[in-house]
């Protein structure tokens, strides 16, 4: 027991040291250098988000609903059948359809046989040409009248197919507006239906900060406390005379977040005018105790500062910060690892 309790008590020693060794050891990092430049300051808008893909799903027939599948709220796909239109007399005309079609396909088999045979018959002048030219009539009658009941059949199935109303893309219902066993008119609403992982932001913005964007560029919008990417595809030319603004349409495709028609959206652009600012490799900004900070090299140690950025441009950050001074070497690759006063060891020198 005595051997194991002072292995036991070696071990602990050895990984006490080896945690103290490491723990002295410093943090491997690369860094870059702050410098000042002109930038563009920021300015945020705020906008409205509207689902993309909004329908008011309608009767294409009328009848009595038989069956409701959906109720407000529902999530639905798209194919799905909401409502059951009843059939009953459609069902009665389809079977009667299809058995004239079978009767007709009879017709016209036995019509064929009649013409083949007779037109052999006819080219060795054993029979009449009005005993040929009668069969060949009939075969032709038949072949029209088969075209007819099929013509027919396919049309009675047709109205058959409306008489499910279905979901026309993936969504939620957010309005119904029918009830079981009540009339429906063709063209009667039964349901909203709203797909709410496409949405269209519109920001209002004045015609300086319109000119510096660019059509199909993807742009940080923050929406309910999230940011999406939203890719803009229109800016209309027709605005506000009094504001001098005009709506710009962003795309976002959203999941798995739940957001309502007409929410609020947020959004950063870059101001005509430039000013001075810091300006760092936008890898060097980080989230650290819920702020943004970056983390300067100073005498071989790490120095955590809280900074807010000022704008974003290609890979680059303004920044603002106190404490921060022009030539600073601020972490850019390893700074996830690294902690308050933590010794480092650059190593892009």
Do not use: C, H
């Amino acid at each position: 027991m005595k051997r194991i309790g002072m292995a036991i008590f070696v071990v602990f020693f050895m990984m006490a040291n080896f945690i103290e060794a490491a723990s002295k050891a410093p943090s491997l990092v690369e860094v870059e250098t702050l410098k000042q430049q002109e930038v563009n300051d920021l300015q945020e808008f705020v906008g409205t988000v509207n689902f993309d893909k909004k329908s008011k799903v309608a009767s294409q027939s009328s009848g009595i609903a038989k069956k409701i599948n959906f109720e407000v709220g529902q999530k639905v796909k798209k194919g799905d059948v909401l409502v059951v239109i009843d059939s009953d007399v459609l069902n009665a005309q389809i079977n009667a359809a299809k058995s004239s079609v079978n009767m007709y396909s009879v017709q016209l088999k036995n019509a064929k046989k009649n013409y083949d045979r007779y037109k052999a018959l006819v080219e060795k002048k054993s029979i009449a040409q009005k005993t040929f030219d009668d069969a060949k009539l009939e075969y032709d009658v038949a072949k029209e009248s088969l075209i007819s009941a099929k013509a027919n059949l396919n049309e009675l199935n047709i109205q058959k197919s409306k008489k499910l109303i279905k979901a026309p893309f993936d969504g939620i219902v957010v309005e119904k507006t029918v009830n079981k066993d009540e009339w429906l008119n063709q063209g009667t609403s039964i349901a909203t239906v709203v797909n709410t992982s496409d949405v269209e932001i519109i920001f209002n913005l004045p015609i300086s900060f319109i000119n510096g964007l660019e059509i199909g560029q993807e742009y940080d919008v923050n929406i309910s406390g999230k940011s999406v990417k939203a890719k803009l595809f229109a800016a209309i030319p027709s605005g506000d005379k009094l504001t001098r603004t005009f709506p710009v349409r962003f795309k976002a495709t959203i999941k798995d977040m739940f957001i309502f028609d007409g929410a609020q959206a947020k959004v950063n652009f870059a101001k005509e005018s430039k000013s001075v600012a810091l300006v760092i490799n936008r890898d060097a900004v980080i989230k650290r105790f819920n702020m943004d900070v970056v983390f300067a090299v100073v005498e071989n140690q790490a120095k955590m500062i809280p900074v807010k950025p000022l704008a974003f441009f290609g890979t680059n950050a303004a920044i603002s910060g106190q404490g921060l001074v022009e030539g600073m070497q601020l972490v850019t690759k390893g700074n996830e690892r690294i902690f308050p006063d933590m010794p480092v060891k650059i190593i892009n020198k």
